[in-house]
């Protein structure tokens, strides 16, 4: 089979109808032979989909991935259903390749597309919301409200709102964008002194760090204490504990554990 890169595009005028004829006819054709006969018919299949392979990535371009390398991936998935397609299957080959594409270019997108990584559940629910919000936009004249498309994916209305705000998250803002037309100041101007970060960050810790340390039971916040604070070696912890050092590393590497999954409970938690 041709390089999935090199196809060209000899069936672009072909009607859907006609496209539709053809492929079931090249289908059938081969899957009553093998060998190379059976992958030139399965390429011709490829090379008289391909525009539609190529239409589904095109709706993810201008995001922060290459519509080529967009294309590649669609094109390949396209020649994976043409090789999986059973005949016997009383289904339209399109009807039974368009989810696939459509789902590997999702999935590309969302591995490769996010500069900053947002939740899961916004990564799956933002293609799906843009999905929806091209659809609305085809069939009536306004333009689609986060409410509308809440209503029809059968989703909060506060989670479309989010999804659709990780759009900086594919292409994040330069650094020397001008903050107004007015004003020759830059983004980059509100980013805090690097030489008062040390002392900020500290403070962040400590805030994110009290209520959960809180949580903690009374054994294992004196732990912690005597180990970070009064810089205790875990040798003399375990004698002021009455256990072994083994021990007192285990117990530590737990509560450490404990904390950070606490951390990141926090974390989704903040993001609704």
């Not at 590649?72 to 289904?91: E, F, G, I, W």
């Amino acid at each position: 089979m041709a390089r999935i890169g090199s196809l060209s595009h000899p069936h672009d005028n072909v009607s859907a109808t006609r496209r539709r004829r053809l492929t079931a006819r090249l289908l059938q054709r081969a899957s009553e032979c093998e060998g190379d006969e059976r992958a030139d018919l399965i390429e011709e299949v490829v090379l008289l989909n391909l525009s539609v392979a190529e239409t589904i990535a095109a709706r993810y371009r201008d995001r922060g991935l290459a519509l080529e390398d967009l294309q590649q991936v669609a094109r390949a998935a396209l020649v994976r259903a043409a090789r999986q397609y059973d005949v016997r299957r009383d289904q339209d080959f399109l009807a039974y390749a368009i989810p696939s594409i459509r789902g590997e270019v999702r999935h590309y997108f969302r591995d490769h597309g996010w500069v900053v990584r947002p939740p899961r559940r916004l990564q799956d629910l933002r293609p799906r919301v843009l999905d929806e919000r091209d659809r609305q936009r085809g069939d009536t004249d306004g333009s689609p409200t986060d409410a509308s498309v809440a209503a029809a994916l059968g989703v909060p209305e506060r989670d479309v709102t989010e999804a659709m705000s990780t759009e900086g998250c594919f292409t994040p803002a330069s650094l020397d964008v001008p903050l107004g037309p007015e004003t020759s100041a830059t983004l980059g101007h509100l980013l805090p002194d690097p030489r008062a970060a040390g002392d900020q960050d500290a403070a962040e810790a400590r805030i994110t760090l009290q209520p959960v340390l809180r949580r903690l039971k009374p054994r294992d916040r004196k732990l912690l204490q005597m180990r970070f604070e009064e810089e205790m070696t875990q040798k003399e912890i375990a004698a002021c504990f009455g256990v072994t050092q083994t021990q007192i590393s285990r117990l530590l590497a737990r509560v450490l554990g404990d904390l950070r999954e606490a951390l990141s409970d926090e974390d989704m938690s903040a993001l609704g």
